[in-house]
């Protein structure tokens, strides 16, 4: 299994023959990116369709703005912030409504990489995490599910780290509330769902 530098450089190297007007570049991150991406704009929206409209904005913004990217090793970072910007822009309305107050949180409640693990009951934590209000929502799926580092989160949402960290604290207590009223048998931690169902 690749791991997180093996797969920065990877990025790295494909940003920069993306940059360079390499056409098979293109075909190489859309194929690479393509899966992630939709995974996480449909657990965004709930809805294939709706993930499948802004997925195609998505590569119309990525592909314009590539020339752009001064940092080749942030290229996850900045493709799950233009994923989460035109999503944004789509759902403005419902956003706006959205607002709760972050919280301060004790920096030792929220490990700073992505766990590994497995998790036993996929479609309860599904089903829990579309519950979850937008904000938690997208940075559990982005620390837990796509293994974006906090730094990276902060970087793909334009917030502190401070402000990804208290939505965390908040989205495991409540997906672990919504896991307990759904009446799942299995006690499920989040700790053990890094990598599930990308």
Same mark, same amino acid.
């Given at each position: ?13 494909? +940003? ?7 056409? +098979? ?58 994923? /989460? /910007? ?35 009951? &996929? ?24 293994? &974006? ?20 604290? /908040?989205?495991?207590?409540? &997906? ?16 053990? +769902? /890094?990598? +599930?169902?990308?």
């Amino acid at each position: 299994m690749p791991t997180i530098e093996s797969r920065t450089a990877e990025d790295e190297l494909l +940003a920069i023959r993306c940059q360079l007007g390499e056409r +098979a570049a293109f075909d190489d991150l859309i194929a690479r990116w393509h899966g992630p991406l939709w995974a996480f704009l449909r657990r965004l929206t709930g809805n294939d369709d709706a993930a499948r409209e802004v997925l195609q904005e998505v590569w119309l913004r990525v592909i314009r703005g590539i020339s752009r990217l001064r940092d080749g090793s942030k290229l996850r970072a900045w493709l799950f912030g233009i994923a /989460r /910007r035109t999503l944004m822009d789509r759902l403005r309305e419902q956003y706006a409504r959205t607002r709760t107050v972050d919280l301060d949180v004790d920096v030792d409640e929220i490990p700073t990489e992505p766990p590994v693990g497995e998790i036993d009951d &996929l479609d309860a934590l599904e089903r829990a995490l579309e519950q979850l209000p937008l904000l938690e929502r997208e940075a559990v799926t982005l620390f837990y599910l796509q293994e &974006l580092s906090l730094n990276d989160i902060a970087d793909a949402l334009k917030v502190p780290v401070g402000t990804v960290k208290s939505r965390l604290f /908040r989205g495991r207590r409540l &997906l672990r509330q919504r896991m307990t009223e759904g009446g799942s048998s299995h006690d499920i931690t989040l700790d053990s +769902a /890094r990598g +599930a169902r990308r």
